[in-house]
């Protein structure tokens, strides 16, 4: 009888994601397909400041999330009071007519509040977006660079007798 595995044995689990052994298999792909080797701690510290990043744009959109949902709240708030103010000005001996014209006050400015707030609110959303944006592309243009600086030779440049003026300047 073949022996079962525990799936909730943390130790196969540490096996599974173990940084180390992840880092062996890029090598031993990099090398298969003739890539540049690239030091496994660059590329580490690049990946723990991407996670950073993304933390950050996550931050940035919940306090944004928070910051939508109290303006929501206010918002409400606001034209309940309204409401309630209207209709303690109603009286029900006026004129129907009168009353029918002060509730149809009533409604507009309720109604160009509301749209004032979701105007708000909208460009509140925008303005969330375009700071998660900004920071997530900063953080990858930074590592395209980074990128370009692993991948990149210790020497920058060509070996000698390899096509090499020898004079440091371009053949180009």
């Given at each position: ?5 525990n ?9 599974l994601?173990?940084p ?28 723990r ?32 009071e ?8 109603l009286?029900?001996?006026e ?8 509730q ?57 007798g ?6 440091g300047?371009?053949?180009?």
């Amino acid at each position: 009888m073949a022996e079962q595995s525990n799936p909730f044995d943390v130790s196969e689990l540490m096996y599974l994601f173990d940084p180390n052994r992840y880092m062996e298999q890029v090598r031993r792909l990099m090398q298969q397909y003739g890539l540049p080797s690239m030091d496994p701690q660059v590329l580490m510290e690049a990946q723990r400041r991407n996670m950073e990043a993304v933390v950050a744009a996550n931050r940035t959109l919940l306090e944004g999330t928070e910051a939508l949902m109290r303006h929501q709240a206010d918002l409400m708030r606001e034209v309940f009071e309204e409401m309630n103010r209207s209709a303690g000005q109603l009286s029900a001996d006026e004129d129907p007519a009168q009353r029918a014209a002060r509730q149809m006050d009533m409604v507009g400015r309720i109604y160009d509040h509301l749209s004032g707030h979701l105007r708000e609110a909208s460009q509140q959303v925008l303005r969330t977006q375009e700071a998660t944006m900004t920071q997530l592309d900063a953080r990858f243009r930074d590592s395209l660079q980074e990128l370009r600086g692993m991948s990149a030779s210790p020497g920058e440049g060509k070996p000698a007798g390899k096509g090499s003026t020898g004079s440091g300047a371009s053949p180009d």
